[in-house]
């Protein structure tokens, strides 16, 4: 696959098929993502793989949460909302055969004090968002 192909057929998936995931994609998916430029080469990112039963359902109650907490706060209608908790809650959407949790260690840093927080901070966000970028673009390959 070349990589326009990759680009231009990624979609945003939100029903997953209940299958196994192979711990030799796994392994390719965080091997693209570590690939990744970062600010000032700290590679201050943190990768989880959440496979078990119980950690799957616990992120899948937190995204959830997260969605319908956003479209309230959107000013979604509670219609529509109720719609929303049925397809996530009956219809299994977001229910993933494993999540990939990308994490940011704030104690790796290139600048020491108070005064550059926000800006490791924003490094920190564009080096994970690159990796996750790679992470996506990965995943469409396999």
Do not use: H
Request: avoid cysteine; glycine fraction near 4%.
């Amino acid at each position: 696959m070349e990589l326009g192909d990759a680009i231009f057929t990624r979609t945003s998936v939100r029903y997953y098929q209940e299958r196994e995931v192979e711990e030799e994609k796994i392994k390719e998916l965080i091997e693209a993502a570590i690939r990744a430029p970062t600010a000032s080469g700290l590679e201050n990112w943190l990768f989880v793989i959440f496979k078990s039963s119980e950690a799957k359902k616990k992120v899948y109650e937190l995204i959830a949460k997260g969605m319908i907490e956003y479209y309230q706060n959107f000013g979604l209608s509670e219609e529509k909302i109720e719609k929303l908790k049925k397809r996530i809650y009956e219809e299994k959407m977001y229910r993933a055969p494993l999540y990939i949790g990308v994490f940011m260690n704030k104690n790796v840093r290139f600048l020491k004090g108070e005064k550059f927080d926000l800006l490791e901070f924003v490094w920190s966000v564009e080096s994970a968002a690159m990796a996750i970028q790679n992470l996506m673009l990965k995943a469409v390959e396999l």
